[in-house]
């Protein structure tokens, strides 16, 4: 519209520039348009000198996400927007794509960055922290800094990786804008006022060159979906079949969403938001253990509901957290409570083992409404790896979901989003946005082998690995590792490998089935059965993936690889640890582990 209104308006462009410039904006994102215009007026302002403009503003706020689940990179790109709005030339940039060298000519940064597992850097964090920990980092004395830190206090080492980033940031001499912010997972209203604080303390910092500068630089962070964790898309629920027989001991599904008109678009290696609401009987069951009214009214964000209302849709209830604990025993005075609440390990456990409804019913307590509203967590979204690829399923997403099941005293115990994928009807909604994992993807080339570990629902990524290869008649060579405790009820999608295999799209697949045999026999055996062959296809410059669960399988392949890489590459333990990392370094050891 308003290159229309330029061409009719007397212009100091020819219409030939006019139609290039046309064409160019037309390509742009908002973003790249927002660049643009600040190069542009820069330039005006310069006398048109291209030389003079491509020299970076005078003062710059550097804003660095190191991100495991995406909510890093949310809150960072908030960030960026309000700067911006602000008039500040902005640099928004992954932490796995920043140069370290140019932390040294920074003055201004802000970081927001997550903790992973037990208090580890997040995969695009790792190299920086490590540069911050190590005798290359320089000295920060120009430097002001804060940060964002981002965690769960169901974990030991509580936004460990925040902490680590704020201390060494300090001892390099950069001076802090604001002291650091530790955030738990209901971390908007933290972050709000961090946002607020930091651009406030930025102020006087800031020329006046660099104040009228709109310039944005990305980089990684734009995303061409129009739909976020704030603004989930509604789709419709295709399909939810159970992949394990009727004998198993667990249900996986198969679930199929469509993703209709929304223009989603995902990539091998992605994730799937998943929002849900919580089983109407649970709520039921914790009402009148609680002897609460179902309708009486509460007010969550300047809305008012129901209490049932208010559980079913907006508070986790299959998820406790320590806080919850320690302020349940206080209203409850039971001392065993309190002092597994004091005992740090016994609550991380109690966290890790128990609902809510649990909760309730081995400590009654007398609580109100607005209590009860208040200790909970909003509730948030899982993640989900996806399962197909979009060149073979078009406006679909696939996932393979496990039902979380456990017994409590004879009570079975559902996981939230699991069993509301599990139980919701065709046709019902679900909303839904994609999370970009960058971290997990395949070569450039597509002919470097890959191998791929995934033992249980740590198989879906590869189904979509294959799915792509095939689509695009990729036949170059690819291994997969699957485990599950029996054969004949536990081999999730086992047809589909077949049919790769036959057609040339897999090379190799190796099976262990712990359960069919005396001895258990995990993926881990069968790397360390198959390490001569496996050293060669490293050797030969193979990707490995690895996927599924961090507590036990992941530790236990990493250490199968090493001993790989020891034996057969004639290397010390040091030697096959540093060789491994520099995989890491390169990409080619990527993993999706939870």
Not at 528 to 546: K, P
Request: net charge negative.
């Amino acid at each position: 519209m308003l290159l229309k209104e330029l061409s009719s308006l007397a212009s100091p462009l020819s219409q030939g520039q006019v139609d290039k410039l046309k064409q160019l904006t037309a390509e742009l994102s908002a973003v790249q348009l927002a660049w643009v215009s600040g190069y542009l007026s820069a330039s005006a302002e310069l006398g048109g000198s291209a030389a003079a403009t491509e020299s970076a503003p005078e003062q710059t706020l550097t804003i660095l996400y190191g991100s495991q689940t995406g909510n890093g990179r949310g809150v960072a790109q908030q960030l960026a927007e309000k700067a911006q709005a602000q008039g500040y030339a902005v640099n928004l940039v992954s932490m796995a794509d920043y140069k370290v060298r140019q932390l040294k000519q920074e003055t201004l940064l802000l970081a927001v960055v997550s903790t992973h597992g037990e208090g580890e850097a997040p995969d695009d964090a790792i190299e920086l922290h490590k540069f911050l920990a190590s005798k290359r980092a320089p000295k920060l004395d120009n430097l002001h800094y804060s940060v964002l830190a981002l965690g769960d206090t169901s974990y030991e080492f509580f936004c460990q990786t925040g902490k680590d980033f704020d201390q060494r940031l300090s001892a390099l001499g950069a001076k802090a804008l604001a002291p650091i912010v530790e955030c738990d997972v209901d971390y908007e209203s933290d972050a709000e006022a961090w946002q607020q604080t930091v651009l406030e303390a930025v102020k006087p910092l800031i020329s006046a060159s660099s104040a009228n500068t709109n310039v944005v630089s990305i980089g990684a962070a734009a995303s061409s979906n129009a739909f976020s964790k704030q603004k989930p898309y509604t789709a419709e629920l295709l399909v939810s079949q159970k992949l394990t027989g009727r004998d198993s001991d667990r249900d996986v599904r198969h679930v199929e969403i469509d993703l209709g008109e929304s223009e989603l678009s995902y990539q091998p290696g992605d994730a799937l938001g998943v929002w849900f609401n919580n089983a109407e009987v649970l709520v039921d069951e914790i009402l009148a253990k609680l002897s609460l009214g179902a309708e009486e009214t509460v007010t969550i964000k300047d809305e008012t509901l129901t209490l049932r209302e208010a559980l079913i849709n907006k508070r986790e209830i299959t998820q406790i957290h320590p806080a919850l604990v320690q302020g349940w025993a206080q209203l409850s005075g039971d001392e065993s409570l309190t002092a597994l609440a004091e005992d740090r390990e016994q609550l991380r456990q109690f966290v890790l083992n128990h609902q809510l409804a649990d909760l309730v019913a081995s400590y009654p307590v007398s609580i109100t409404a607005f209590q009860l509203i208040e200790l909970l967590r909003p509730i948030t979204p899982r993640l989900y790896s996806i399962a197909s690829a979009q060149s073979d399923v078009e406006s679909e997403v696939h996932l393979t979901v496990a039902l979380v099941e456990n017994d409590r005293d004879g009570v079975a115990r559902y996981g939230g989003a699991s069993r509301f994928l599990a139980e919701s009807e065709e046709g019902a909604e679900v909303n839904v946005y994609v999370e970009p994992n960058n971290h997990f993807r395949l070569p450039e080339n597509p002919e470097t082998p890959v191998i791929m570990i995934g033992p249980g629902t740590g198989v879906a990524p590869f189904r979509s690995f294959l799915q792509e290869r095939s689509a695009q008649g990729i036949t170059s060579d690819s291994w997969l590792f699957f485990g599950n405790p029996h054969f004949e009820q536990d081999f999730l999608y086992q047809t589909e490998w077949q049919q790769y295999l036959k057609e040339g799209t897999l090379s190799r697949l190796d099976s262990a089935f712990s359960r069919d045999q005396a001895h258990k026999v995990y993926v881990q055996h069968r790397i360390a059965e198959r390490g001569e062959a496996l050293w060669q296809w490293i050797e030969a410059g193979a990707h490995i993936y690895i996927c599924g669960d961090a507590e036990r399988m992941a530790k236990d392949v990493h250490q199968a690889l090493l001993d790989v890489i020891a034996q057969y590459g004639g290397k010390s333990a040091e030697e096959a640890e540093a060789f491994l990392e520099a995989l890491r370094s390169d990409k080619r050891y990527q993993k999706d582990v939870y």
